[in-house]
């Protein structure tokens, strides 16, 4: 991309959609190209199609995407896999057909195998079952992957499809319920008025946390060395199981009272830390510890909720 490229960053209002306009600014990039949900629906094929026949856009990074934890992904399945097949259908069809140079994707690790072996490669992809806690997001976002590599294969559609461990940071979802588990845990430790706290499973689960503001770091990273919609992983290194990060962000957040488990919900998949050795033997690596981007995360969160 050159300094001056026009570049569309579709879902700016969200996390990582946020961290990447951010990201994109902070390094001199002047052309950046935002809508919101009222000034473009990208679940209107019409009016995605139009704003591309107009804005002569050349390239994208898609962050628009319907997502949540857990209890979202159970109660909301049907709008998660409508809504975000919708939304990248359209944005990857009309950005080829209307001349966008590179396309960027966004899946999340949910896309893998509930048991695939770890960590986990990108060659693991549809070589098992998904995890049925979010099944819906996931094949969307396989559907997504998909749809670029047939572009590429088909039209020459130049593009790249990142893989994200479990994300944070700024500007994230923190419903105590339908938000992912880190803003959950820091609103309910925040918002607590009895003597503990009960979160879902029991603990024990293993998770990889990637700070919002890396992963835009490795999309404009990504965006550069890639092009033929390759399947490229990122992670953080950081594995940690949920009791773990229930302590860390319960001190952070400066909660001193008790964490009790719910052993009658799920705990989703048990363990499925990322083998991103595509990226790092490129030269990229994150530069937030999780402890880190949690003081970051919580003091956003204080200042803005």
């Not at 396989?142 to 590429?152: D, R, T």
């Not at 001193?256 to 030269?283: A, C, F, Q, V």
């Amino acid at each position: 991309m050159n300094k001056d490229s026009k570049i569309f960053v579709a879902g700016h209002r969200g996390m990582v959609g946020s961290a990447i306009v951010r990201t994109l600014q902070e390094r001199g990039y002047e052309n950046i190209v935002t809508r919101t949900r009222s000034e473009v629906d990208l679940l209107s094929q019409k009016e995605v199609e139009e704003f591309f026949v107009s804005e002569n856009i050349d390239y994208v990074f898609d962050a628009a995407a319907r997502v949540g934890g857990i209890y979202a992904n159970d109660h909301y399945s049907g709008e998660f896999i409508y809504e975000n097949i919708q939304i990248q259908t359209n944005l990857i069809h009309y950005a080829w057909k209307c001349g966008v140079k590179k396309f960027l994707f966004l899946g999340s690790v949910c896309i893998y195998p509930k048991f695939a072996e770890v960590p986990v490669k990108e060659e693991s992809l549809l070589t098992g079952y998904l995890d049925p806690t979010n099944d819906a997001y996931a094949i969307a976002k396989i559907s997504g992957i998909k749809m670029l590599q047939a572009y590429n294969k088909q039209y020459g559609f130049k593009g790249v499809s990142l893989i994200t461990s479990n994300l944070y940071g700024i500007g994230d979802n923190f419903h105590p319920d339908n938000g992912p588990v880190i803003p959950a845990m820091i609103t309910k430790y925040s918002n607590s008025n009895s003597k503990s706290v009960t979160f879902w499973g029991d603990g024990t689960p293993m998770r990889e946390f990637l700070y919002s503001d890396d992963l835009a770091d490795a999309c404009l990273f990504a965006m550069d060395r890639f092009e033929d919609a390759e399947l490229i992983n990122v992670g953080s290194g950081e594995n940690v199981s949920i009791e773990s990060l229930a302590s860390t962000v319960a001190d952070v957040v400066g909660y001193h009272g008790d964490i009790e488990w719910d052993t009658t919900r799920p705990n989703g998949t048990p363990k499925r830390p990322l083998d991103y050795s595509k990226m790092t033997e490129l030269g990229w690596n994150p530069k937030h510890s999780l402890h880190d981007g949690l003081k970051k995360t919580y003091q956003w969160f204080i200042l803005n909720q």
